[in-house]
């Protein structure tokens, strides 16, 4: 067996049924490689505050947030890079114009662009998001993600404003008109490797499970890499592995490959 040393988890589609709960079998692989001294982060695209629940059931304690935009580590800050205001203030602009909504993170809340659309409340009430409102321009410089809304397929190419900027489909039935927004220099991927950098890890001792694109990168930045049964299909072209999917104890069949499991 290889020795490894850390398990970075996507949250919704990864950890979470899309009932919004988590199957016991993946608590009980948590709780298994934890006890052979094996560091696990939550990896996600939710702002943390809205994930402390999640935390508290697999007993997680280091986070990726915002899609690599704010990471910690054992209550330290890894992580801290807010998206330019000027970016915010151009991405308002054009949600405006063109009759989209957003959804705009900080370290605290969620800020939408309205909250009396039918599409907005729909994502609000299938992520379960608790700390909303409206969004001000008194926070543009405290943004660290965005989810873009009521979007057709080829409407991303609207907010393409710098070459850093990316795109990624909403993996859940329902939010496919929902865009979160990627940097290339920001990621769950860079985060991962700022974090191996600091513990001195090998990205071969790195283990990850996602199932969405904005996994891409989390998929490229660790030596075992598992995409999800449920995953985007463009998504296991970047994976070494492919598991069951979130209903189908994904993650634990996954560590059970690698020996880390019975």
């Known amino acids: 067996m290889n020795d490894y040393n850390i398990l970075f988890l996507d949250i919704d589609g990864t950890v979470l049924c899309p009932d919004h709960t988590i199957q016991e ?5 948590v709780r298994e490689v934890k006890q052979k001294g094996i560091e696990v982060f939550l990896a996600t695209g939710r702002p943390l505050h809205e994930i402390a629940d999640i935390a508290e059931a697999l007993d997680i304690h280091s986070f990726i947030g915002y899609n690599g935009a704010f990471a910690i580590y054992k209550d330290e800050v890894i992580v801290n890079e807010p998206l330019k205001a000027d970016t915010v203030k151009s991405f308002v602009e054009t949600a405006n114009k063109h009759g989209h909504e957003m959804v705009l993170y900080t370290s605290d809340k969620n800020f939408y662009t309205s909250m009396e659309v039918e599409e907005v409340q729909q994502f609000i009430d299938v992520f379960a998001l608790k700390k909303n409102e409206l969004f001000g321009p008194e926070v543009m410089d405290q943004i660290l993600g965005i989810t873009l809304m009521k979007l057709t397929k080829t409407e991303p190419a609207l907010y393409k404003i710098e070459d850093d900027l990316d795109f990624s489909q909403v993996n859940v039935h329902g939010l496919e ?3 979160d927004v990627i940097r290339d220099s920001v990621n ?3 985060a991962v490797t700022k974090i191996l950098q600091l513990l001195d890890f090998p990205k071969e001792s790195a283990i990850a ?3 969405g694109m904005n996994d891409k990168q989390l998929m490229q930045s660790v030596g075992e890499g598992f995409a999800m049964g449920n995953a985007h299909p463009d998504l296991f072209q970047y994976a ?3 598991t069951t999917t979130v209903e189908d104890s994904g993650i634990y069949k996954g560590l059970r490959t690698l020996g880390l499991l019975k």
Not at 25 to 29: G, H, P, R, V, W
């Open 25 to 29: 079998s993946t608590k009980q692989a």
């Open 177 to 179: 008109h929902c865009y």
């Open 188 to 190: 769950k991927g860079e």
């Open 209 to 211: 499970f996602g199932d």
């Open 240 to 242: 070494k592995h492919k």
